[in-house]
């Protein structure tokens, strides 16, 4: 029995040396991991009691007589002292993986954040020069004394000028909603409208690729929705662009739209976009919304894009609370089924609506012609540009260099000199944002009414909400678009004139 019960104090006491010294490599790692100052000393108590312990174990065993209950009290202690480490360094190295991936993850945030900032600042830097090719050129095709082939130069200059920022929309875009800032807008919006914009657009580009474009609307459409527009224009003009872009001719791009499940309050609108186009296999068809995807390199090189056109009508859709399937036979054809809910105006509205907008069309021809405008741009060319868009409509515009001199010039002016303003955001000494909110607050009726437009590079949705909640009627994204400038211009100012 006596071999017994040294045995266990003996092992007991090996054992505790584990202890210590496994415990003085735990504290030298528990030191690295993190700088401790006048905290370490605690970390020291622990092996200085198990020293003693270590002590007492070899005193027993040398000087004592121990009996099995002893021995078996000082073993079982070592053993429960070993599990209490190892359950010690099990919790520490688990707290330290979370504190690394936490720390991966914060990283990982930053890194989004910093890409945001990135994408979103080229953006804006990208756009500057756009708006200068894109204007210039605008501005040259007005000439009615060019030559055929200047003016076939310079459409074509148009092109892939806008070509190149749909790309940097896209690029933008994508950036919105990987960093999860895509917001949903709710706005009133004629449909007719919309479709009618994207049937001209499309119907152009099949002509000058010799394709067949067969645009159709069943049933009857509401005059107005309330929905995001933009977001719904840009997932069919992507859906559109691709059916134009992989369909060679002879062949035929079919649009097709139906209102369908409506309610008092709500509708579902279908969407069809067919083409007789390259098609799309079944392997890629899972691939087919991923970013970047691309069934086939060569297909980069023969027809272009950046592969991200799919992934954001898939997030539009989505977003929205729709539904996209897509139906495909390789080499032969390609049908989207695009299907949104809209919400619906009363009926009572509706009508009214309909009716208004037939006399209001005939009563109003909202002609620019002998307005006067402030604009607000730094950039010199800028300031050149907007002047000669707005003098094609003989509307005459005083500019100033920053937002401090554009307030000191409307407060300066008589009462109602000036219809409109335009601002950009990005400027010296005081920006857009702020001017336009000291404007609205100089007391003065026409500074309350009088219509502010944002015409800037900064293009993002977060860009938009701050030029409206800066007292701001409208956003318009640079390059400017001519005649998105005059229908905003002509639309507020009637409104403000309706309003007086």
Known sequence: MNWLIYGMIYLGSALMVYNIYSYIHFAGRLQEKKDWGKERNILYIPIFLLVLFLLGYLAVGIFGKPDFVISGILFGGSVFVFIIFKLLQFITNRVQENEQLE??????????????AFLSRISHEMRTPMNAIIGLD??????????????????????????????????????EIDSGQMALREETFSLRKMLASLNKLFRNDCIEKGLEYQSAVIGTLDEAYIGDETRLKQALFNTLGNAVKFTSAPGTVTFTTEQIMSGDDGC????IISDTGIG????????????????????????????LGMAIVKNIVDKMGGQIVVKSKKGSWSTFTITIPLKRIPKEENAEAEENSFSAEAEEEKSLQGSHVLIAEDIDLNAEILIDLLDMEEVSADRAENGQIAVEKFSSSPE???DAVLMDLRMPVMDGLEAARNIRALGRPDAEKVPIIAVSANASETDRKDSLAAGMNAHLAKPVDAEKLYETLEKLMAHCRTAA
Not at 103 to 116: F, L, P, Q, Y
Not at 151 to 171: P, T
Not at 268 to 271: A, D
């Open 416 to 418: 109602n000199y000036y």
């Open 103 to 116: 720390a991966k993850v914060m990283a990982a945030e930053e890194t989004s954040k910093s890409k945001t």
């Open 280 to 307: 799309i296999s079944e392997e890629f068809m899972a691939k087919l919304y991923d970013p970047f995807a691309q069934e086939d390199m060569t297909m980069t090189n023969r027809y272009g894009g950046s592969g």
């Open 268 to 271: 579902t609108m279908r969407f």
């Open 138 to 175: 605008t501005i040259a095709l007005k000439n009615p004394d060019l030559r055929p082939e200047t003016r076939d130069q310079l459409e074509k200059i148009n092109v892939n000028a806008y070509h190149l920022l749909g790309l940097i929309d896209n690029v933008l875009e994508m950036n």
